[in-house]
């Protein structure tokens, strides 16, 4: 049973940008730490961003630092990735995922986190 939704995928121009929505509003389980992660078909799964619910502080992959912001709303049950100048490389499917202790050391391996939507994908052409 799916409890993370992911929405907001599409096809984007390169340069411009998408927001990606996760509502955890039926995730019943303690999640201290959310994360964003995509995979490309033929790539391993890269940890592109996460954010610890309560402390608010907010991590980032290397290769999305400066143009990818993750946040939350107030009541806390969405979670989302703002996408700027997006490119062909950022072509994926991402997912959202929650961990129940708060974001920790190796996070963007992604092995810590237990609940996982069922993604959405995203195509930026060229």
């Known amino acids: 049973q799916v409890q993370l939704v992911e929405s907001g995928g599409g096809t984007v121009q390169a340069g411009g940008s998408l927001r990606l929505s996760c509502d955890t509003s039926?995730?019943?389980?303690?999640?201290?730490?959310m994360g964003w992660f995509r995979q490309a078909p033929g790539k391993a799964r890269e940890g592109v961003a996460a954010?610890?619910?309560?402390?608010?502080?907010?991590y980032y992959g290397d290769s999305v630092k400066g143009r990818f912001t993750i946040s939350q709303d107030t009541a806390k049950t969405t979670v989302y990735l703002q996408m700027t100048k997006l490119t062909a490389e950022d072509t994926a499917m991402y997912y959202c995922?929650?961990?129940?202790?708060?974001?920790?050391?190796?996070?963007?391996?992604?092995?810590?986190?237990?609940?996982w939507g069922q993604g959405t994908q995203v195509s930026v052409s060229s």
């Open positions: 995922a929650a961990d129940a202790s708060p974001c920790r050391v190796g996070w963007s391996r992604g092995e810590d986190f237990r609940g």
């Open positions: 039926r995730y019943t389980y303690i999640r201290n730490c």
């Open positions: 954010i610890d619910t309560y402390a608010g502080w907010m």
